[in-house]
T-cell receptor, first 112, second 112 residues
Framework: DAGITQSPRHKVTETGTPVTLRCHQT?????MYWYRQDPGHGLRLIHY???????DKGEVSDGYSVSRSKTEDFLLTLESATSSQTSVYFC???????????FGEGSRLTVL | GQSLEQPSEVTAVEGAIVQINCTYQTSGFYGLSWYQQHDGGAPTFLSY????GLEETGRFSSFLSRSDSYGYLLLQELQMKDSASYFC?????????????FGSGTRLLVRP
């Protein structure tokens, strides 16, 4: 199994508070991704990174920011959480741009 | 534009064969991936087709027809543990990079 961990695994927060989710990998893969999964919508790409300090937006990036200061860590930040951001967030890594994705176990976020 | 269609639910009997179809439309196409996700778990990679034809991996096979923008996942000798959601994910071009596009997935229920 790919060495990828997400933290926290579960979080409940209130509307308007900042939240940061962390993805940590031990595989030294170049590419890292943040997806959200909601019923009826499958997996939607939020942001991705193709190297340290190199990030780009996905299809649902509004309200989210990311940072990657080290190869192994990819942080997803909700500056001011809203109830619409209640979701399960998955981090994924891949060795190459066209390679298969290895997913973390997910972080369940509830915004009240 | 981009679109992706697969059935929302499929039910089959243990030991049977089931086919999950996927039609897609993407801006630029590089290949079709399939992922499996059990309830409460993370998606895991099953197969990838870059060329037309059938790829076999044990009980699972995946087919691609690029000219028809169509693919399917074939599961043989169904087992109860195959009950899961299955996502086809075409890899298309988005802003000169390669992105996996996930749909809502097909929920497979295997009955005794």
């Amino acid at each position: 199994d790919a060495g990828i961990t997400q933290s926290p695994r579960h979080k409940v927060t209130e509307t308007g508070t900042p939240v940061t989710l962390r993805c940590h990998q031990t595989e030294n893969h170049r590419y890292m991704y943040w997806y959200r999964q909601d019923p009826g919508h499958g997996l939607r790409l939020i942001h991705y990174s193709y190297g340290v300090k190199d990030t780009d937006k996905g299809e649902v990036s509004d309200g989210y920011s990311v940072s990657r200061s080290k190869t192994e860590d990819f942080l997803l930040t909700l500056e001011s959480a809203t109830s619409s951001q209640t979701s399960v967030y998955f981090c994924a890594i891949s060795e190459s741009e066209a390679g298969e994705l290895f997913f973390g176990e997910g972080s369940r976020l509830t915004v009240l | 534009g981009q679109s992706l269609e697969q059935p929302s639910e499929v039910t089959a009997v243990e030991g049977a064969i089931v086919q999950i179809n996927c039609t897609y439309q993407t801006s630029g196409f590089y290949g079709l991936s399939w992922y499996q996700q059990h309830d409460g778990g993370a998606p895991t990679f099953l197969s990838y087709n870059a060329l037309d034809g059938l790829e076999e991996t044990g009980r699972f096979s995946s087919f691609l027809s690029r000219s028809d923008s169509y693919g399917y996942l074939l599961l043989q000798e169904l087992q109860m543990k195959d009950s899961a959601s299955y996502f086809c994910a075409p890899r298309g071009a988005m802003d000169s990079s390669y992105k996996l596009i996930f749909g809502s997935g097909t929920r497979l229920l295997v009955r005794p």
